[in-house]
C-alpha cells in the first residue's frame, strides 16, 4: 500500500485538492481513529485534518459493523515531505501518509492508554 500511495497518491488528486495540499501551512496536525491498540491504528496511511472524522472512523464506523474493540484517537505532527496527497470529496480532509510507523510520535487522544 505504501508503495501504491507513493507512486499514485498524486494522481488520486483533484486539481483543487491538489493546489489546496500546496497552499497548507505546515507542518499540520492530524488524526487518525479506528479500534485496536494504538500502534494498529497509528500505522494506518489515511489520516485527516479533522478529529471529527477521527472520532467516527474510531467510534461509529466500527459499530455499524459490530465490532467491539476500545476506539482510539491519536494526533500527530506531519510535515510537506510526509504527506502524499490531499482527498476531501467525501468531506474528511483525508491526508495519505504512507510509511506510517508513527506509534512512537502520536499524541492518544482517547482510548488505550
Known amino acids: ?3 501504491f500511495i507513493e507512486e499514485w497518491g498524486v494522481s488520486l488528486m483533484s486539481d483543487a485538492e491538489a493546489r ?6 505546515f507542518p499540520l496536525t492530524v488524526y487518525r481513529g479506528g479500534t485496536g491498540t494504538v500502534d494498529e491504528v497509528a500505522s494506518g496511511v489515511s489520516w ?3 478529529r471529527e472524522v477521527a472520532s467516527f472512523y474510531a467510534n ?3 459499530r455499524s459493523w459490530g465490532a467491539k474493540g476500545e476506539p ?5 505532527s506531519v510535515d510537506e515531505n510526509e504527506a ?3 482527498l476531501n470529496d467525501r468531506s474528511e480532509a483525508e491526508i495519505l501518509i504512507p ?3 508513527h506509534a512512537e510520535n ?3 487522544l482517547e482510548g488505550a492508554p
Open 1 to 3: 500500500m505504501d508503495e
Open 20 to 25: 489546496e495540499l500546496k497552499a497548507m501551512a
Open 48 to 50: 485527516t485534518l479533522d
Open 60 to 62: 461509529e464506523w466500527p
Open 72 to 76: 482510539v484517537i491519536v494526533s500527530r
Open 84 to 86: 502524499f496527497a490531499f
Open 99 to 101: 510509511y506510517a510507523d
Open 106 to 108: 502520536v499524541s492518544i
